[in-house]
């Protein structure tokens, strides 16, 4: 049985910094496409970052240069760094794995499997 665990969200002043996790078990971690997404209320689900399973990585322009994604395959486990903080980034993140080859296109409905979300709220 797949399962994705989000955990590391929280509640940050504009400038700070979160590191989310993604703890995911029951498929061959390694072979699939991760990413992140994020949806705040009342907007559509958009793909902040994904990495592909030869650590190609690609971010949305709203978080190049403030967010990072990596992975541990030892571990199972998807990260994402997010720095300078603003109070757009607000909105429930996602972790998501794809086993096609088109993750990096940040579509979401390109990707198979899901996690619950962590809420991210950043204030001014």
């Known amino acids: 049985q797949v399962q994705m665990v989000e955990s590391g969200g929280g509640s940050v002043q504009a400038g700070g910094y979160l590191r989310l996790s993604c703890a995911a078990s029951g498929y061959t971690y390694s072979s699939y496409c991760m990413a992140w997404f994020r949806q705040a209320p009342g907007k559509e689900r958009e793909g902040v970052a994904a990495?592909?399973?030869?650590?190609?990585?690609t971010y949305a322009e709203s978080v190049k240069g403030r967010f990072t994604i990596s992975q541990d395959n030892a571990k199972n486990t998807l990260y994402l760094q997010m720095n300078s903080l603003k109070p757009e980034d607000t909105a429930m993140y996602y972790c998501a794995a794809d086993e096609g080859f088109y993750g990096l296109g940040l579509q979401f409905t390109e990707f198979d499997y899901w996690g619950q979300g962590t809420q991210v709220t950043v204030s001014s």
């Open positions: 990495i592909d399973r030869d650590g190609t990585t």
